[in-house]
């Protein structure tokens, strides 16, 4: 039996034993895909048109019903927090992600010149992936602390380091400048959120700072020949040959404050489940908020991707 | 670099960098500083306008405080636990994925790559409530049914996470994959083509030459995924339940605070009396001190490896 089996493998073609072996390979990560993926993902689908019902008696277990569009009818109509907290998300990546890219690719450009301890201002710049816990932003921000008494949170944000940062003087001057206050927070808003940006950028940098320097110097030199000024460099060069590492960083920071545990409404969404109970509203909730998902994503790319300059 | 423009314009240009790089420096440093310095701080010189960041009277007492009332010991125990197995499970299952779609052809390999971009895309979120049931009920094909007669509940257990990490679905694992992969792909064919041809099988060759020369990236995708493990909420939050990781030992010490303020908790630690706690500086203060202590392992993890972290991104394979 056992060389039989043995002849049986030997005959094989290299073709199918590529296939084995790349199914070998991928073993762990099907079973996962299968197991703790797609009927997850099936599921929370069934979810979302239907209603559980537990039954507190018998335990675990509970009755799903079939409820059609039901829950999406309820998000869209009757729910009064979840629209309001869909916009607040889409207004604010709509103004943090042009920030965010533009800010990155500054501070790239501005690491990129070596010169004594760059090692040392890279690390620090680094440390905002390393810091970016719930925990540690949480005493930042006093986020999470619904706990506290409206009083003491006031004090408390008075307080906070974070307000060293703000930009009051400059919002006074500005004010006695006879500036419209419009303006005004268009100016202050990206240096109020000043720390949360660079907090939001440290990936972005790296990309950007990896794509800086893949740039061959050869095109410089040539240019430098031909007598180009920095700012023709900067254009005819530099962005160009960055802009396909544009794309993935817009991608990433897309993801990143879309699936980011402290969007107002993924914390909605799980105090649906978890609170609430309500598991049915809490897929729909879910769902809804990643189709849209994928449609900014789409629009996004879309209007980038055209424009991006790949040099082969 | 060569340099071009006169001297005098070098030298501003310099000056422009030098002072955006520190000022954009000091807002990453300056929240880090605080806490550090906070941590040490006695809770009079709050109030001393002459103390900035060192503090003059040298206190461990805050430290002490959030030690005893989070049982930090025994969190950080479960933590480490959770963190260690699980970035050595992910790494070892998306290298061998990575490995499979970077060399091999077999079908549905496109439908199968599709995934796991939309395992990257996808909010964790959206799989929760089915993942919770799962690991609340779990059973692999019968199994655990027949053995015992019922499914085993696994929240409270690390078990969901060496699950999730060992199948290669732990926190932002599809990212980990397409690493691999794009580091494999750049891999030349012909030593592994040699090895094949003296003898060696696919999984020795695996083992043998393409693991060392993928150590940078395993290194990179070591490291990212103790960072995120470390300052996970999410999945913590969710399969943990009774077991204590470090963000729910937090939480326990937010509500003890809550609890001591209200006069309706008995005090575990014995030096409580010593803090005024109807002082929101104060709370803060020692609530700084507890994310000091779940803070400072990973502080001290990056400043050791911070030059693998750095170089790990540049050379990822995402760029070119």
């Known amino acids: 039996m056992v060389s039989r089996l043995k002849n049986k493998r030997f005959h094989l073609s290299l073709a199918a034993k590529d296939r084995l072996r790349g199914y070998a390979f991928l073993a762990p990560w099907l079973i996962g895909l299968i197991m703790v993926f797609l009927v997850p993902l099936v599921q929370s ?112 944000s008075a307080s906070s380091s974070i307000s060293v940062l703000k930009s009051m003087n400059l919002e006074k001057y500005l004010v006695e400048m006879n500036i419209p206050q419009e303006y005004i927070a268009l100016l202050t808003g990206p240096i109020d959120r000043l720390y949360s940006m660079i907090l939001s950028s440290g990936v972005q940098i790296f990309i950007f700072l990896a794509a800086l320097n893949s740039i061959s110097p050869s095109l410089y030199e040539a240019a430098e020949v031909e007598g180009a000024t920095g700012w023709e460099n900067f254009w005819y060069i530099t962005f160009p ?36 109970l309500n598991f049915g509203l809490s897929s729909a ?11 900014v994503m789409g629009i996004a790319v879309g209007l980038i991707s055209r424009r991006v300059f790949y040099y082969t | 670099m060569h340099k071009t423009g006169s001297p005098a314009r070098r030298f501003f240009s310099g000056l422009v960098r030098f002072v955006f790089l520190t000022g954009f420096a000091f807002v990453i440093l300056y929240p880090v500083v605080t806490l550090v310095s906070k941590a040490f701080m006695h809770q009079q010189d709050l109030y001393d306008n002459t103390v900035l960041w060192i503090p003059k009277h040298f206190t461990l007492e805050n430290i002490e405080f959030a030690w005893k009332s989070m049982d930090f010991p025994a969190a950080f125990k479960n933590s480490m636990l959770v963190v260690t197995a699980t970035a050595v499970l992910q790494t070892v299952a998306t290298m061998m994925a990575g490995y499979g779609f970077a060399r091999f052809n077999f079908p549905l390999k496109k439908v199968f790559f599709a995934m796991v971009l939309l395992s990257i895309v996808l909010p964790p979120q959206l799989m929760m409530i089915p993942q919770y049931m799962h690991f609340k009920n779990f059973d692999f094909l019968g199994i655990i049914q027949a053995v015992s007669g019922k499914p085993a509940n696994l929240l409270g257990s690390p078990w969901p996470f060496f699950i999730l990490s060992a199948t290669g679905f732990g926190i932002r694992n599809g990212l980990f994959i397409y690493l691999f992969r794009q580091a494999f792909r750049a891999m030349p064919k012909e030593t592994e083509e040699a090895a094949l041809v003296d003898g060696a099988n ?32 999410f999945y913590s939050g969710l399969f943990t339940g009774n077991t204590k990781m470090l963000p729910q030992a937090f939480d326990l010490f937010n509500s003890y605070l809550r609890d001591f303020t209200g006069g309706r908790a008995e005090s575990v630690v014995e030096n409580i009396s010593r803090y005024d ?44």
């Open chain 1, 45 to 156: 689908i069934i979810y979302a048109f239907s209603r559980l019902d537990f039954q507190v008696s018998s335990g675990s277990s509970y009755s799903l019903t079939f409820i059609g569009w039901e829950n999406f009818r309820y998000i869209l109509l009757e729910d009064k927090d979840y629209p309001q907290y869909l916009v607040k998300v889409l207004g604010d990546l709509l103004y943090n992600v042009p920030v965010i890219l533009v800010f990155s690719f500054f501070v790239a450009l501005l690491l990129k010149k070596r010169t004594r301890g760059t090692a040392i201002v890279k690390a620090i710049y680094f440390l905002p992936v390393i810091l970016s816990s719930g925990i540690f932003l949480g005493l930042q921000n006093n986020f999470g602390q619904n706990s506290m008494s409206a009083l003491e949170q006031t004090m408390q």
């Open chain 1, 241 to 276: 040959m960055t802009m396909p590492m544009l794309l993935v960083n817009l991608i990433f920071t897309i993801i990143d404050s879309f699936t980011s545990v402290n969007n107002v409404v993924m914390e909605y969404v799980y105090d649906t489940a978890f609170v609430d």
């Open chain 1, 285 to 295: 909730m879910g769902w809804l908020y990643c189709l849209i998902l994928f449609a």
């Open chain 2, 202 to 233: 696919h999984f020795r060759v695996f083992t043998q030459i393409m693991v060392p020369n993928a150590m940078g990236i395993i290194a990179t995708v070591l490291l990212f995924s103790v960072v995120w493990q470390w300052n996970d909420t």
């Open chain 2, 277 to 320: 706690l109807t002082d929101p500086n104060v709370l803060k203060l020692l609530r700084n001190s507890a994310v000091f202590l779940i803070m400072a392992p990973l502080l001290a993890f990056y400043a050791v490896l911070q030059r693998f972290f750095v170089e790990g991104i540049e050379r990822s394979g995402l760029v070119g």
